[in-house]
């Protein structure tokens, strides 16, 4: 436990590192901060939180830098505090959520590059749990010569749309029949048990008699077989900027991770489970490519159903208050956009 003074260094030290990256010292403090102590008392509980974990000496003489420890214990208060924000950012990041939200097919795409340009670090979107979205309707249309165009409405009112190839050209009244066939057999089943009931009747060979269930289910095995997740990236640029990305070898390594859009898939899965916005902070990441960087994530429902997460990826010298309230607000107004289109 620190005393109030203790917690008042620790932060004062923390916000002049985040909006300038270099060693905070004693006299800092005193100049930017109304806290009433000398420079040799703060010096002191300086040193004090260097034993306790919360901050380092980077060199010796210099001043001091925060630790993993130290904005983990910074976040904690901020999360319980629930700090004032910014009313322009406030009033941006509506601004901005309300022209994506027009458009819900790119809402997911428009939101992590809108995260990215209002956080200045990478805005991360991905819809989840696809095998739990259950079927409202399915339409089938001609595309091209022997291709359709087939549109999935789900539950959450998200479309989803594939091209498909067929082995002859199908015409606009055997689609509309595959589709009134698919819809009253399949309508309000999770697309994981359509895909299942599918593979195991084209195992069994228990096609139908009938030539265009046949094909219906040929189509179903496509379309149903490739229900993925959704990742978007955005802002990779961003952080070049930032002088915490200054070693050419650390970008690669994090731009590695981040092209992997399954390592980033299986830390989301797990947040998704998870309650209001999580903080990773360096050593808490589980994957050892994050370790040098901070994670802000919430996920977004469809009731009481998760079905997606956002997150924003940035140095561990985050500011960490506008981070965790542009994913918080993000998050909760794409689950009111789910819910208010059902």
């Known amino acids: 436990m620190l005393d109030d003074r203790s917690k008042k260094i620790l932060h004062a030290v923390i916000q002049l590192y985040i909006s300038s990256p270099g060693p ?11 806290i009433g102590l000398s420079p040799a008392t703060i010096r002191n509980i300086m040193s004090d939180l260097e034993d306790m974990g919360f901050l380092r000496q980077p060199h010796t003489s210099a001043g001091r830098v925060p630790t993993d420890s130290g904005y983990r214990f910074y976040v904690d208060a901020l999360t319980a ?3 004032d924000n910014d009313a322009e950012l406030a009033s941006e ?5 309300e022209l994506i939200r027009t458009d819900i097919n790119s809402f997911l795409d428009n939101a992590s590059r809108m995260l990215s340009e209002l956080s200045h670090y990478i805005g991360i979107s991905v819809s989840l749990n696809t095998h739990q ?58 697309l994981e048990d359509i895909r299942k009931t599918i593979v195991a009747e084209i195992a069994n060979d228990r096609m139908l008699c009938d030539g265009l269930i046949s094909e219906a289910m040929a189509i179903c ?25 200054c ?9 590695r991770t981040i092209e992997d859009k399954q390592v980033i898939l299986s830390l989301l899965e797990k947040i998704s489970a998870t309650d209001g916005p999580q903080v990773l902070i360096g050593s808490e990441n589980p994957l050892d490519e994050l370790k040098q960087f901070s994670f802000v994530a919430a996920p977004y429902c469809e009731g009481n159903r998760p079905i997606g997460a956002i997150a924003i990826i940035g140095p561990t010298r985050m500011n960490y208050g506008q981070a965790i309230y542009l994913v918080d607000m993000t998050a909760k107004f794409i689950t009111d956009i789910f819910s208010y289109s059902r």
């Open 24 to 34: 905070v010292g004693s006299r800092s403090i005193t100049k930017k901060f109304p």
């Open 133 to 190: 979205t259950m079927l409202s309707r399915i339409e089938m249309l001609p595309y091209r010569k022997n291709q359709i165009a087939v549109m999935l409405i789900t539950d959450e009112a998200v479309i989803r749309n594939k091209i498909i190839s067929v082995e002859q050209e199908v015409s606009r009244e055997d689609l509309n029949r595959l589709a009134g066939y698919l819809n009253e057999r399949f309508a309000g089943h999770t």
């Open 93 to 97: 990041l509506i601004r901005k959520l």
């Open 247 to 255: 070693d050419i070898e650390r970008i690669r390594r994090l731009f």
């Open 81 to 83: 505090e629930k700090s």
């Open 221 to 245: 095995n496509n379309v149903f077989s490739a229900s993925e997740s959704d990742v978007f990236i955005s802002g990779l640029s961003e952080v070049l900027t930032l002088p915490d990305f």
